[in-house]
């Protein structure tokens, strides 16, 4: 049988390439003979890591005529009226605040219907549509698919404020279908660079609020990169530790690191990861870290995965929801629009390292909890 799975694939966000190793491991779980096609920007990237076909597609870039040219437009309509079934896979994909993001995939979704696929939306993260146009293709889009899973209980609200009368089902972010990394272990190279002995692992997302999406000059902008350079400085003072920036998102996110550390008194005790590794590596160089400090959800969840303690810095209501729905006692989070709260903020990575074999033991178990619901509830 051949799938199609579509996403934000081989675009540079590491988070979306988990979500696809996951997908692509409940498909072969199930069907261990599938033939499965994604589409996806850096096509060898992800042919390497996952060992399927791909086709050219190029998306979160705008609607440029470079991105329009990342397109195989006549492989996509090929891929779409061959495949048995169309899996729209993970990610922040249901939302409007592109004009063209939920046009793009109901014409897919449709195209699949027509000519006789299941349509199948699969651990999507859903926002709260607010534009009329947005809300007609969302729902059209639904009423598409054969089988909807959302990945959190605030996407589930959004999905019922605009179709109460469907059946959407809850599952955990499908970066947890592998506890072992067997699929991109396989095709990475190891971690391709020395790390310190003993460092914090820090993640930062690139415009460090998500309502205000990349204003990098802004002044507001300027505050939260200087309090974060301070902010890394007392950490490297207090545990006489180095700093490595893990970006998931590296084309939105590294540009910020070397601002951040260009402020920092301690410029040669900082390490920026600019390089696009796999969802593998990433969690291989967390698992050496003595812990996170993290805003990116998949930065957070790929320490979940590892039994890496973290304190989250909130920047988005999906990763808030996420940490909600971890509930774990001891994992104190900070919102960004609080800050400059530093005292606070070091006094709780005091509190991670004091509790810091409880809270890995804890999180593993979580990982394990989160895995065998999203195995036994893989539905195609």
């Not at 300027?222 to 970006?247: A, G, H, P, Q």
């Amino acid at each position: 049988m051949k799938y199609s799975v579509i996403g934000a694939y081989g675009c540079g966000n590491v988070g979306d390439e988990a979500i696809l190793e996951g997908i692509i491991t409940g498909i072969r779980s199930r069907d261990p003979n599938a033939e499965i096609v994604a589409f996806a920007a850096d096509q060898d990237y992800v042919e390497s890591l996952y060992g399927i076909s791909t086709v050219s597609q190029l998306l979160g870039r705008g609607l440029t005529l470079n991105v329009w040219r990342e397109f195989d437009f006549l492989g996509i309509l090929r891929t779409i009226l061959s495949s048995d079934k169309v899996i729209i896979g993970g990610g922040s994909i249901i939302h409007d605040h592109t004009s063209y993001n939920l046009i793009y995939y109901c014409l897919l979704a449709s195209l699949a219907k027509l000519s006789g696929s299941k349509v199948y939306l699969m651990g999507v993260s859903i926002a709260r549509i607010r534009t009329r146009l947005g809300k007609v293709l969302a729902r059209r889009l639904f009423r598409i698919s054969e089988h909807i899973t959302v990945r959190d209980q605030l996407s589930y609200r959004h999905a019922k404020e605009l179709s109460n009368s469907l059946n959407f089902q809850v599952q955990k972010d499908f970066a947890f279908m592998n506890l072992v990394s067997s699929l991109s272990q396989k095709a990475s190279t190891l971690i391709p660079f020395p790390l310190p002995d003993n460092f914090i692992a820090f993640n930062v997302c690139g415009w460090f609020h998500s309502k205000q999406y990349w204003q990098p000059d802004s002044d507001l902008f300027m505050d939260r990169v200087s309090w974060t350079s301070s902010f890394v400085d007392r950490l490297i003072e207090e545990y006489r530790t180095s700093i490595v920036f893990i970006n998931t998102v590296v084309h939105q996110d590294a540009d910020t690191c070397r601002r951040i550390k260009k402020k920092s008194a301690y410029p040669d005790k900082i390490i920026i990861i600019e390089q696009i590794l796999s969802p593998y590596q990433i969690k291989e160089i967390l698992s050496c870290a003595d812990l996170l400090i993290g805003m990116r959800l998949h930065a957070i969840i790929f320490a979940v995965l590892t039994g890496t303690p973290f304190v989250p810095i909130i920047y988005d209501e999906k990763v808030e929801a996420f940490v909600n729905e971890l509930d774990i006692p001891d994992i104190h989070s900070v919102s960004i629009e609080d800050l400059p709260i530093t005292d606070k903020l070091i006094d709780t990575v005091r509190s991670v390292f004091h509790n810091k074999n409880e809270l890995t033991h804890r999180l593993i178990e979580r990982a394990k909890e989160y895995h065998n619901s999203i195995q036994n509830g893989f539905h195609i």
